[in-house]
């Protein structure tokens, strides 16, 4: 019989900070960030010890990929409305008339073609799945808040 176990990214402290800018969005095309939460649903069957995944293990993992993403300038390579060059130790991103120019060191490339809630939620799934994977696990679902009460789910199913 199947079982979920699920973790809660507020209450675990499963966090990060970002900016990122939604080309073609009249608000939100604007450079702005956030404060992520990012949650985690595993259905599975248990194992013999009567243990779907180790939350332990699963905060882990979490909390790796949230690192990278934190405190960075998220930037979707794959969107067709940025321009992204390289000079010297900076990262150039023309988006319409606008230039920005940022450290490499403080930006992300994400191979994603925007990092909305919901690009964003599939690439941490994409992340996280592979490392989580189990013969005992048939779904792994994460959810990612751009601050309390509004995100978006992406699921793996196996």
Same mark, same amino acid.
């Given at each position: ?46 194992? $013999?010890?009567? &243990? #779907? ?8 993992v979490? /909390? =790796?990929?949230?690192? %990278? @993403? +934190? ?17 010297? $130790?900076?990262? &150039? #991103? ?9 450290? /490499? =060191?403080?930006?992300? %490339? @994400? +191979?994603i ?9 599939r ?22 808040? =751009? ?11 196996f």
């Amino acid at each position: 019989m199947a079982r979920r176990l699920e973790i809660d990214g507020w209450s675990s402290g499963i966090r990060f900070s970002a900016c990122h800018l939604i080309p073609g969005h009249e608000k939100c095309g604007r450079l702005h960030g956030h404060s992520y939460a990012v949650h985690i649903r595993i259905i599975g069957r248990p194992n $013999d010890d009567n &243990i #779907i995944a180790d939350f332990g293990e699963v905060k882990k993992v979490l /909390r =790796e990929v949230c690192d %990278e @993403l +934190d405190h960075k300038m998220l930037v979707p390579t794959k969107n067709p409305r940025l321009k992204i060059t390289k000079k010297g $130790d900076n990262i &150039i #991103i023309v988006h319409g008339k606008k230039n920005y120019s940022f450290p /490499r =060191e403080d930006v992300l %490339e @994400l +191979d994603i073609p925007s990092a909305t809630a919901e690009g964003l939620a599939r690439y941490i799934l994409d992340r996280i799945s592979p490392r989580l994977k189990r013969p005992n696990i048939k779904e792994i679902e994460v959810g990612l808040d =751009e601050g309390v009460g509004q995100g978006a789910w992406a699921k793996n199913e196996f």
